[in-house]
């Protein structure tokens, strides 16, 4: 099993631009998460699902948007990019109850 | 809503020193409790993890109790080595929030030769 991938590793974005961040998960977990992590910081939620065609905030959506159409797959789809979403973005899956969540390697995303 | 406490950091230590990293939480209910690790350049794995009071969970010579009565998880290493040197983080779920993790900030760990 991969486990959870992400794509893509590095990401240079300018002000204003869009993009979509991969992740997928061959483990067939209900649960799938978007963190972002901050320098110096702990991780925080930023939408989160618990299955296919259901998503929910989590505590920083502001700017972002998501996606589950099917079980593998979560992209994170960033709007107008700005500086402030220059962070570590983490995606994660885990089965309902089971508590445990599987980290991807992460994306690092700069905006300038 | 839940929230983590870690300790501040950075924590440098020599080799074969006694590691403790303290965590404290609030929450509503029993939640679950866990320490991830995260080496340089990676993303974060699962260390170890407690569900219910005065469990213990360990992995690697590391070791944390899940005290409900001081809201604690402090985590603990009797000899720590070079490789484990990394971020450590403690977090909380709970299955009512769909087993969302609320992370402390996190602990860097630097272990000398």
């Known amino acids: 099993n991969a486990g959870v991938t992400q794509t893509p590793k590095f990401r240079i974005l300018k002000i204003g631009q869009s993009m979509t961040l991969q992740c997928a998960q061959d483990?067939?977990?209900?649960?799938m998460y978007w963190y972002r992590q901050d320098p110096g910081m702990g991780l925080k939620l930023i939408y989160y699902?618990?299955?296919?065609?259901?998503?929910d905030k989590g505590e920083v959506p502001n700017g972002y948007n998501v996606s589950r159409s099917t079980t593998e797959y979560f992209p994170l789809r960033l709007e107008l990019a700005a500086p402030s979403q220059t962070s570590v973005y983490f995606c994660?899956?885990?089965?309902?109850?089971?508590?445990?969540?599987?980290f991807g390697p992460g994306t690092r995303l700069t905006v300038l | 809503g839940n929230s983590v406490t870690q300790m501040e950091g950075p924590v440098t230590l020599s080799e074969e020193a006694f590691l403790t990293i303290n965590c404290t939480y609030t929450?509503?209910?029993?939640?679950?409790l866990f320490w991830y690790v995260q080496y340089p350049g990676e993303g974060l794995q699962l260390l170890l993890k407690?569900?219910?009071?005065?469990d213990k969970g360990s992995n690697k010579g590391f070791e944390a109790t899940y005290r409900k009565e001081t809201t604690s998880f402090h985590l603990e290493k009797g000899s720590v080595q070079v490789s484990d040197s990394a971020v450590y983080f403690c977090?909380?779920?709970?299955?009512?929030?769909?087993?969302?993790?609320?992370f402390g900030e996190g602990t860097q760990l630097t272990v000398n030769p």
């Open positions: 483990m067939n977990h209900n649960y």
């Open positions: 994660a899956s885990s089965y309902p109850a089971r508590n445990e969540q599987f």
């Open positions: 699902s618990v299955g296919a065609g259901i998503t």
């Open positions: 929450a509503t209910g029993y939640p679950s």
């Open positions: 977090a909380l779920s709970q299955e009512t929030s769909g087993s969302r993790l609320t």
């Open positions: 407690a569900t219910k009071a005065d």
